[in-house]
């Protein structure tokens, strides 16, 4: 298996940038202070073994004006990426998008894809390295939270089939239009795999209809179904994978605990994406809150193993978000990363045990000898930066 990736654990900065109901916009970049030091935060993840991570540009900043663009935003997060040797997948459109646009015109699909081929034409010239996107992030959620329970933008009611094919129609403009600019251009396709079981006997036929849903925008991307959407067998590069511990739930009920019966394995959902389309396979969103950082990862991680020992092409495991947050919409201090909020001297903390499992999960899933550089040492089984 050769790898696609330059580290097999990876860290995602939480880079949403949707509007709320009460007409709020969140900017989650901002938000973390990703945003303003991102050279900081790729140096704090090499320190320890993270090569490859997720990062978004944000489209409300970049096109405020149709056709014109601004990328002073975004500049120097991608110069901070080549300067530190941050290999990065980069979301084109995490909920966010201009002022002006509607995603449910018509117009929508290709005032995207002008967007991602002029995206593509900044990062051709400023990079040498072979380029991965992320067209339109969650589809399948957003079109479910957006679409149809006006969680967030665009605050459609009923609307989800609707929104779910115009995300797709534009996923594929903006992939035609970066290859047009870019042929070296990668994709990454990133979609939630979830369990739904049936509540009471008579649910077993919508329970399964709900979790069968989890493929449909896979499918339209790769011209399975929904024709005229733009879809072509290889748009469906590599498959992401988000899966958290509130992916299962019984129909129109309560969350499936791992402990319940109805818990399907991890394992048993990457193989029916890897049976189902045979394409390489990134867990591109996974974490856990608090004291269940690390159990959480180490299930994850062991699960993933044992879908690889069965033949799964899976290139890597993204802790998402890699970074503290403030809650969507209580603002409330979320405990997720491996490392917190930055300090005055922009210096992170770091969440040890999750540090350390996942230099011991980098280590496991890459099995070739590592040489520890300058101002590395081993402490235990992990290699840990030395205090100044």
Known sequence: MSALFRSFMQGGFECSNHRRPDGASHDLLVDTGHALHPGADYAALARYRIRTVRDGLRWHLIETTPGQYDWSSFLPMLRASQDHGMQVIWDLCHYGYPA?????????????????????????????????????????????????????????????????RQLVRATCAGIAAIRQVDARARFMLADPVINVAPLTADDVDAAEHATQGQYEAWDMIAGARGHGLGGRRDNLDVIGVNFYSHNQ????????????????????????????YQRPILIAETGAEGDLRVPWLRYVCDEVAAARSQGADIHGICLYPVTDYPGWFDGRHCPTGMVGYPDAQQERPVYLPLAREMLDQQARFTPAPVRYGVGQRIAGNVQEPVQA
Do not use: T
């Open 249 to 276: 739930w019984r129909l129109d009920g309560p969350r499936i605990e791992r402990s319940e019966s109805d818990y399907r394995p991890f394992r048993e959902l990457l193989m029916q994406v890897h049976n189902r």
């Open 100 to 164: 002006d646009v509607d995603p449910f015109s018509p117009a929508f699909p290709d005032r995207f894809a002008r967007f991602a081929a002029a995206a593509a034409s900044v990062i051709r010239d400023e990079s040498d390295d072979v380029p991965w996107y992320c067209p339109v992030n969650e589809i399948s959620y957003w079109s479910w939270a957006g679409g149809d329970m006006a969680h967030f933008g665009p605050m459609g009611l009923g609307r989800g089939s609707e929104l779910k």
